[in-house]
């Protein structure tokens, strides 16, 4: 069975003329400080090693304008019970979502709960594509916001650098409240407190993190609110569902801060090709030969979510294991073409 449905929303909630200030203030340089990954496992209230939890960002290219791509993914089995949530998104250097896919799952014994969502700024507006499988009952659903209506919406990506800003600046202003999608993906509020510094234990050392406690409120059930602790790099220390029984923490302290990293990152001169007798045996295959390397290369670079994207679809084919791979690949990737007009793809590919 399968549902669908198009509206546009209009929206009558507002960020806060303090939280849109605060995303304006954010500066490429204070960017630059957050490329960096984030591990952690999550663990039960026993202390049992439930899954695990990684954050990375990069900087790319999209739309002709520098932003920076953020991956997040999840997996592990609560009860025995496999789960998982993954997160790409397409962040402005002002924490603005330009697009992002965000895909949630439970493995029940009897059936599966699969939730897709993808955004995107399509012509002046949000558009978002919801694809909710319960069973055997599939339910599709887009939604259009004007962007002017949407100012100063966090999604679930720029969240996670959002946090991460406050903690480099150890401070979070009063009034933070920002649009947000609630669980049901409709427009809500989500609202940013300080929780002050404390100690935590990270393998054998005991170090100072910083808190910041995120409440996302909710058009038809309770605020949802997280407690996440950073240390002193903006490093994710843990991270905590209020009323949940896992949390997710830091076992081991980065062996560098990013900022090491950065300053020592190794730099490999181009190394020249040289040719001269095989480029007179073999000119013309050769010479092919290296534009198609180039080509490739570039698109690769022009589009590093590919390595992602393969990397999810392959983790949740394994968790699966369906019987028909055809079928399960179109149903994954069918939120991403959902402004592709069909055959667009392969009308428009280089020869």
């Known amino acids: 069975m399968e549902e669908t449905a198009t509206t546009e929303e209009a929206v009558e909630l507002k960020a806060s003329s303090e939280a849109i200030a605060f995303l304006s203030s954010i500066r490429a340089a204070e960017m630059q400080r957050c490329l960096f990954e984030d591990s952690l496992v999550t663990v039960s209230e026993g202390g049992r090693e439930l899954g695990e939890f990684k954050v990375t960002v990069e900087r790319t290219i999209c739309r002709e304008q520098p932003c920076l791509l953020l991956h997040a993914h999840s997996h ?21 979502t330009l697009e992002q896919n965000h895909h949630e799952y439970v493995k029940l014994q009897d059936h599966r709960l699969d939730r897709k969502c ?7 507006q949000l558009v978002v594509n919801k694809i909710t499988t319960v069973g055997e009952e599939i339910r599709r659903q887009t939604l259009s916001y004007p962007l002017s209506s949407v100012k100063g919406l966090v999604s679930e990506g720029s969240n996670l650098l959002l946090l991460r800003v406050f903690a480099l600046r150890k401070n979070v202003p009063e009034n933070m409240t920002f649009l947000s999608f609630d669980q049901d993906t409709h427009i809500s509020t989500s609202t940013y407190k300080e929780l002050g510094c404390r100690q935590q234990t990270a393998g054998e050392e005991v ?6 406690e995120r409440t996302v409120n909710s058009v038809e059930d309770i605020p949802a609110m997280w407690h996440c ?3 002193s ?3 994710l220390a843990s991270r905590v569902q209020v ?6 923490r830091l076992l081991l302290l980065p062996l560098q801060t990013h900022t090491e990293v950065r300053d020592d990152k ?10 001269e007798e095989d480029m007179q045996m073999h000119s013309m295959f050769l010479d092919r030969k290296e534009e198609l390397k180039a080509e490739h290369a570039s698109y690769l670079r022009q589009h590093p979510e590919l390595r992602t994207m393969m990397a999810d679809f392959l ?13 399960f690949a179109r149903e994954y990737f069918s939120p991403f073409a959902s402004l592709q007009p069909p055959g667009s793809t392969f009308n428009t590919s280089s020869p």
């Not at 592990?76 to 603005?96: H, K, M, Q, V």
């Not at 983790?315 to 079928?327: G, I, M, N, T």
Request: proline content about 6%.
């Open 315 to 327: 983790q949740f084919l394994l968790l699966r294991k369906p019987s028909d791979v055809f079928v």
């Open 243 to 248: 009323g949940s029984p896992v949390t997710m």
């Open 233 to 235: 790099d903006g490093h």
């Open 207 to 212: 170090v100072e993190v910083f808190g910041v």
């Open 229 to 231: 602790y950073f240390l």
């Open 266 to 275: 190794p730099v490999f001169e181009k190394r020249s090709l040289v040719w």
């Open 76 to 96: 592990g089995a609560i009860d025995n019970t496999p789960c998982g949530t993954a997160i790409t998104a397409y962040l402005s250097l002002n924490l603005e």
């Open 118 to 124: 993808h955004m995107v700024q399509h012509d002046g």
